[in-house]
C-alpha cells in the first residue's frame, strides 16, 4: 500500500524540542524526484494548516510564517523519510501533524505533538 506514515510526536514543555518523522511505504523518494513533500497541522478546532515543504530535486524547503525560524523539514531520501525538527515550541503548536506530498496521497492518522507544563 502506498502511504506515510508519521511517527515521533509527543508531549514536551514549552520552549523543548521534537523531531517528527514521515515514512514512505509503498514506494520510494528516487520514484519521482520531482515530488515536493509537505508538513500540515490540524489544531482542535481548527482547519488543517500547512506548516512547511521541501522538493525532492533542489531540497528547497519553505516555512508557514508561524514556524519561520523555529521549524526545519528535511529529507532523507536514502531512508524515503521527510523530518520535521521543532524547536523552542509554543503552546499554539498543539495539534495534529500530518505528512503528505504532491500529487497526493490519502491522509494518514498523523502524530499528536503536545505542548504544555
Known amino acids: 500500500q502506498v502511504q506515510l506514515v508519521e511517527s515521533g510526536g509527543g508531549l514536551v514543555q514549552p520552549g523543548g524540542s521534537l523531531t517528527l518523522s514521515c515514512t514512505a511505504s509503498g514506494f520510494t523518494f528516487t520514484d519521482s524526484t520531482m515530488n515536493w513533500y509537505h508538513w500540515y497541522r490540524q489544531a482542535p478546532g481548527k482547519e488543517r494548516e500547512w506548516v512547511a515543504r521541501?522538493?525532492?530535486?533542489?531540497?528547497?524547503?519553505y516555512y508557514a510564517d508561524s514556524v519561520k525560524g523555529r521549524f526545519t523539514i528535511s529529507r532523507d531520501n536514502a531512508k524515503n523519510t521527510v523530518y520535521l525538527q521543532m524547536n523552542s515550541l509554543k503552546a499554539e503548536d498543539t495539534a495534529v501533524y500530518y505528512c503528505?506530498?504532491?500529487?497526493?496521497?490519502?491522509w494518514g492518522l498523523g502524530t499528536q505533538v503536545t505542548v504544555s507544563s
Open positions: 521541501i522538493s525532492g530535486r533542489f531540497g528547497d524547503s
Open positions: 503528505n506530498r504532491d500529487p497526493p496521497l490519502v
